[in-house]
């Protein structure tokens, strides 16, 4: 979820109003959790899929929600990344002013994040990015890279790989790069500095985290331990070897940023003293996690490419199924008019046929009276007259 700068923001700042939440400009990935008054701003490969878990749990989130999207991942913990399937978890950029102007510290608020020496962190996002075959970075986003890992026999493999990723980020690759959130600069992704944190985290001070965490949260009736689990683990420790000068100074120069606001942090000098621990165990689990990757990101390939299908069948059944509806309305139209039209020619026959009735009746009538008058006149009245006379009156007669 993302939150950007808007004319207000630049507003406030300008009138000297303090920070709020979404007084940041770029874009800040985060999650509100309302109801216990968090906000957590994640900056990518700093313990963010094992928080995310512990936020998770705390909002009440069904963990299966999150296996619904077909976007692939590389196994079911980076699920949790899915932010369009938790359910009544925000983002900052989805408040009002309103709602944003109350997310403080001072008004009860936990607002925070976690930060990482970004040397290190740039060793772990190579690894579970790149190294390990991730079938997004890997297979789909930079296929085909000059500076993508190769699947490592030996320690030299895994040196002199990092080493040309971290020219390629330094130099012409540095843009396309840092357009993975888990590349660019920590001080960024935080807001430069105008998001109103209770306190940023560094990765040593995880435990304290939990224990400002579970005050907060007893402060809303939620009692239970927190317990944060390792997710994202990765296959090889970190080794001074990796860091030559060059690698060192390029890293220097990519986050000076976060060397600026956030360098009293970090002590180096401990990390560029310990030997690579690298086992053929460790190579071989790289070996299968790549081979998988792989497979995952053709199997999200094949299901996308069949949900494409099916929902271009849907509107081609939807299409037809409206024009057959046209088509039936006509027809019915068409049958209501016709009914109509024998209604009105079965009423016209029904009064001819009466008509018919009546006249037959009528001419029966008269025939009988002309029957009658003739017997009458035969016997009676025109007896003994002169036949010329009587065939005078039976021409007149009808």
């Not at 999200?300 to 088509?327: C, G, H, I, P, V």
Request: charged residues 30%.
């Amino acid at each position: 979820m993302t939150v950007k700068s808007t004319a207000q923001d630049a507003a406030r700042r300008a009138a000297g109003a303090p920070p709020t939440a979404v007084d940041a400009t770029g874009e800040l990935r985060s999650l509100v959790l309302w109801d216990q008054k968090i906000v957590y701003v994640a900056v990518g490969k700093a313990a963010g899929t094992s928080i995310k878990w512990l936020l998770a749990d705390i909002s009440g989130q069904e963990p299966t929600r999150f296996r619904r999207g077909l976007g692939p991942a590389p196994n079911r913990q980076e699920t949790v990344h899915r932010h369009t399937l938790w359910s009544d978890v925000t983002g900052l950029h989805e408040l009002t002013d309103e709602q944003r102007s109350q997310i403080s510290p001072a008004n009860g608020w936990f607002v925070f994040s976690v930060v990482r020496d970004p040397r290190l962190r740039a060793w772990s996002a190579w690894q579970s990015k790149f190294l390990t075959g991730h079938p997004v970075q890997v297979f789909e986003r930079f296929a085909g890279e000059p500076w993508l890992a190769r699947v490592p026999e030996s320690a030299d493999d895994v040196v002199e790989d990092f080493a040309r990723f971290v020219t390629a980020l330094g130099g012409a690759g540095r843009a396309r790069i840092q357009s993975d959130v888990h590349f660019q600069s920590q001080w960024q992704r935080l807001g430069r500095g105008t998001v109103p944190y209770s306190r940023l985290y560094d990765m040593s001070e995880v435990p304290e985290l939990l224990d400002d965490l579970g005050h907060h949260l007893a402060q809303h009736g939620h009692t239970e331990p927190l317990v944060l689990g390792r997710e994202n683990s990765t296959p090889l420790p970190v080794a001074g070897r990796l860091f030559t000068p060059e690698v060192k100074d390029t890293l220097d120069r990519v986050y000076a940023d976060d060397f600026e606001h956030l360098g009293d942090r970090w002590d180096f000098d401990t990390v560029l003293t310990k030997e690579p621990q690298w086992s053929r165990d460790a190579f071989r689990d790289i070996a299968a996690r790549v081979a998988a990757g792989g497979q995952i990101a053709d199997l999200s390939r094949n299901a996308k490419q069949m949900r494409s299908e099916l929902r271009t069948e849907l509107r081609d059944l939807k299409k037809t199924a409206r024009s057959n509806a046209k088509t039936i309305a006509q027809l019915r139209a068409t049958r209501d008019a016709r009914d109509r039209e024998l209604a009105k020619t079965r009423a016209a026959n029904d009064t001819l046929r009466e008509q018919l009735r009546t006249a037959t009746t009528e001419t029966a009538e008269l025939r009988a009276r002309n029957a009658a008058l003739e017997t009458a006149l035969h016997h009676r009245t025109l007896r003994g007259l002169p036949r010329a006379v009587l065939r005078r009156v039976r021409r007149i007669l009808p």
